[in-house]
């Protein structure tokens, strides 16, 4: 009996073969080859003599193959009738390997992305994280691969997400690829796959042309200056207060809106951010100027029975934008991070105060080992005198 072609290495210029096996050839061959039958659908015998049915499909713009059983326990008459079901399927748009993805447990990009952050959640301080993390995901993955399983996303589906992005919003793009790599890199703990596709990426997206932008800040001599228009604002009392206190701590905008007065204690004259709220996970221990103080004995008239110093109106923390949008709508040509770097300017140029100190008092982590193993001590009474000098400076330049 003469063996049907087998599968051709170039396309074919006639029209493609349909039902090209008969039942008796299927029982019959024993040269190892893929034997086509039409329509995607090939018979694949192996070396060994064992036959099985493979059918090649493009699933939602993918060339995928799909195993639909071996030989004699799949006919020829069933695995056609599963093949064109498949076709149907794939050709409305619908992924003829899903409810087998969904018998072997694992999960779409989407439920992994789910998975991900629900076991990220406690680790995060700021709890907007938890929105931010899978927005940008649903915003620029889920259309393409969101609903593919994980074990099925390759290196190519992630060039196709971020090429377009790449260059345009390099920062967005970065974030992108952090998270699909977080992604990917539980779904190869979970032993869903065994590879990190974001891993092959970084050469053929290649170096990306922005320019890294430092948040805006003012030169030390005009603070005190935007000080005096946010105090002569017509913001909410406490909006101005904790922008005040914002710029004589040195804290950052999170450590500020989400002080309680648990943390306060006005006879020590010292306020302790948990370790929960510092960027370095670690307890800070803030010495309060006079005129810190002064700021927090005029919040006490807000309080209302809020724990929270600064209270909204509403009683709860200020939002992460209140301080951002009452800095814009006064002119202030400045972000409320940007006065961190305003005080260590003044602290560089105008006094001898040791690097070190200044570190500490912006609660910055040493990464030199060695100097870190120096610098244990917090030195808070030298930073009591550092945060004292500050608000000396910002009163004197205000009444220059």
């Known amino acids: 009996m003469p063996y049907p072609k087998r599968e051709r290495r170039t396309k074919p210029r006639s029209r493609h073969p349909e039902n090209a096996l008969s039942a008796a050839f299927v029982r019959a061959v024993g040269e190892a080859g893929r034997y086509c039958d039409g329509q995607g659908l090939y018979l694949q015998v192996d070396p060994s003599g064992n036959r099985r049915w493979i059918q090649r499909l493009v699933i ?64 995060w301080r700021n709890p907007k994280h938890a929105q931010d993390w899978p927005a940008s995901l649903e915003r620029f993955v889920f259309p393409r691969f969101g609903q593919r399983a994980v074990s099925e996303v390759t290196s190519a589906d992630v060039l196709g997400v971020l090429a377009p992005i790449w260059h345009e919003k390099p920062e967005t793009a970065r974030r992108v690829r952090q998270r699909i790599a977080a992604v990917m890199q539980w779904a190869v703990a979970m032993e869903y796959r065994s590879d990190n596709p974001c891993d092959r990426v970084g050469a053929t997206l290649g170096r990306q042309r922005d320019v890294v932008r430092h948040m805006r800040a003012l030169p030390h001599a005009e603070v005190a200056e935007a000080v005096a228009i946010v105090r002569g604002s017509a913001a909410t009392a406490a909006a101005k207060l904790a922008f005040e206190f914002l710029v004589l701590t040195a804290a950052r905008s999170g450590e500020v809106r989400l002080a309680q007065w648990a943390e306060i204690d006005l006879d020590a004259e010292v306020w302790i951010v948990p370790a929960e709220r510092m960027k370095a996970n670690r307890e800070h221990r803030v010495p309060l100027s006079c005129r810190a103080a002064e700021i927090l004995q005029a919040a006490r ?41 305003s005080f260590r300017d003044w602290a560089a140029e105008e006094t001898n105060h040791p690097r070190e100190v200044v570190e ?32 000396t400076y910002l009163d004197g330049t205000a009444m220059a």
């Open 60 to 123: 939602d713009g993918r060339r995928a193959e799909l195993g639909l059983g071996g030989f004699p326990l799949v006919s020829l008459k069933e695995a056609r009738t599963q093949a064109f079901a498949n076709r149907r399927v794939a050709r409305g748009g619908g992924d003829p390997l899903a409810g087998k993805r969904r018998g072997r447990g694992i999960p779409t990009f989407a439920e992994a992305v789910a998975r991900v952050v629900e076991q990220k959640r406690s680790g």
């Open 301 to 341: 008239t807000l309080r209302n029975g809020s724990k929270v110093v600064f209270p909204s109106p509403r009683g709860k923390p200020l939002s992460d934008m209140t301080l951002s949008k009452l800095l814009k709508e006064q002119g202030v040509q400045a972000v409320p991070h940007g006065f961190r770097s």
């Open 360 to 391: 500490a008092a912006l609660a910055h982590q040493v990464k030199d080992k060695v100097e870190a193993a120096y610098a244990r001590s917090t030195l808070f009474e030298r930073r009591r005198r550092l945060m004292g000098d500050w608000a």
